[in-house]
């Protein structure tokens, strides 16, 4: 079972930067692709960005050119750069495997962008 621990989110301005960091116990996490979600107040969750074994990554439309997503496999750790934040990137952020079934989500880290 793949244990999930999210962190560096926090309060900034438009146009700031943060990183996010998603620590993962197991062994399987660096066999898995990974992505990080969001998830607004009365919205669903939604994927922003995943990242394969390989290092291949993807980017939802809204945070193209934006957000860096990133892996350090013998750290179990993935991360995920976010430049130029705007007040719709406003969100809880989780990361988990991009597909089904999904891990035990962890308690994701709030990232609060202030116009």
């Known amino acids: 079972q793949v244990q999930l621990v999210e962190s560096g989110g926090g309060l900034v301005q438009t146009g700031g930067s943060l990183r996010l960091s998603c620590a993962a116990s197991?062994?399987?996490?660096?066999?898995?692709?990974v992505g990080w979600y969001r998830q607004a107040p009365g919205k669903q969750r939604e994927l922003v960005a995943s990242?394969?074994?390989?290092?291949?990554?993807t980017y939802a439309d809204s945070v193209k050119g934006r957000f860096t997503i990133s892996r350090d496999n013998a750290k179990n750790t993935v991360y995920l750069q976010m430049i130029n934040l705007k007040p719709e990137d406003t969100a809880v952020y989780y990361c988990?495997?991009?597909?089904?079934?999904?891990?035990?989500w962890g308690q994701g880290t709030q990232v609060t962008v202030s116009s």
């Open positions: 988990n495997t991009d597909k089904t079934p999904f891990w035990t």
């Open positions: 197991g062994t399987i996490f660096r066999f898995k692709s």
């Open positions: 990242i394969s074994p390989g290092r291949l990554t």
